[in-house]
């Protein structure tokens, strides 16, 4: 006898706010549509990221920790006492990894930070809560050893883009004390077209590689966890994207500025999910200067 179908899969019916599950995974589906212009994008991001590693003093496949994908790129400020702007590649969990993040290193380098970008194990291979894990380890590392290349153990700026952003704002809500530090050293975050509530995840599609329940999903979505401690953040999506990724972005930024967080709040006109790239190295952009700013230059 075939297993019934459950109960969120069945046609028609609304699994998510007003969404049928056709309509929840299209809001989530950030592949598509593919078009020449999104390709095009992908190879500038992919040849600057090249360029920059060929170009720039790097040291590349630092370990963190034990395991094969516990690796940091790192770019070191040209000064010491720099800030350190610490990055989390994205890629729905499941894909990329640091060499794609060293396009962004050229601008914040160049304007006097230390750039660090890290890898993780991907999904599935690894669950949510191990890579989450990993990430407060590389945090860990790299303030255990920032005074290495250049930088300010107390003085670290997260950067994240899509899971990057989640990734980063579970770094906002964690308790360091229990990593072996004595005081949270975030003084800074941004955070892009990320997701901070996963209970539409455990209910489309990415769950496939997700595998997330009612209670991991509560457990692993940083806006439930948002510390009391303020520290400025930056909260951007583009004006393209998808009204469920514009949901997420928006409820974190109020949830932050609830808290009396001092959050700047930006909309980039046009861009679709990943369209902050080029914002990110354009340093007219009003995103590029609000990093720069939190930064301190």
Not at 152 to 180: E, F, K, V, Y
Request: glycine share 8%; hydrophobic share 40%.
């Amino acid at each position: 006898m075939a297993k019934p179908a459950a109960p969120w899969r069945i046609k028609g019916k609304k699994v998510y706010r007003n969404y049928s599950q056709e309509e929840l995974d299209a809001q989530y589906d950030v592949a598509a549509p593919e078009t020449p212009e999104r390709a095009r994008e992908r190879s500038w991001a992919a040849e600057s990221s090249a360029a920059a590693r060929k170009t720039m003093s790097c040291r590349l496949g630092v370990a963190y920790g034990a395991g094969a994908d516990e690796k940091l790129d790192i770019f070191p400020a040209t000064r010491p006492g720099a800030p350190v702007l610490f990055d989390i590649h994205g890629g729905y969990w499941k894909q990329f990894s640091a060499a794609d993040e060293s396009l962004y290193a050229p601008v914040y380098v160049g304007a006097g930070a230390a750039f660090v970008a890290m890898d993780y194990t991907l999904a599935p291979n690894a669950t949510l809560d191990e890579i989450v894990r990993q990430c407060r380890a590389a945090l860990a590392w790299a303030v255990a050893h920032a005074t290495d290349f250049n930088g300010d153990p107390a003085r670290i700026h997260l950067l994240g883009r899509s899971a990057g952003g989640h990734l980063c704002a579970m770094m906002l809500a964690t308790d360091w004390t229990a990593h072996g530090l004595r005081r949270n050293p975030i003084v800074g975050a941004t955070l892009i077209s990320g997701l901070y509530d996963l209970e539409p995840i455990m209910l489309s599609f990415p769950n496939e590689w997700c595998r997330l329940d009612a209670q991991s999903a509560y457990r692993l979505s940083p806006i439930y966890h948002l510390p009391a401690e303020k520290l400025p953040a930056i909260v951007a999506w583009g004006g393209a994207e998808t009204g469920e990724f514009k949901h997420q972005s928006q409820d974190l930024a109020v949830a932050l500025q609830s808290r009396g967080w001092p959050t700047t709040v930006i909309e980039i006109p046009g861009a679709g999910h990943s369209g902050s790239r080029a914002e990110l190295v354009n340093r007219d952009s009003p995103l590029c200067r609000a990093v720069l700013a939190q930064l301190g230059f």
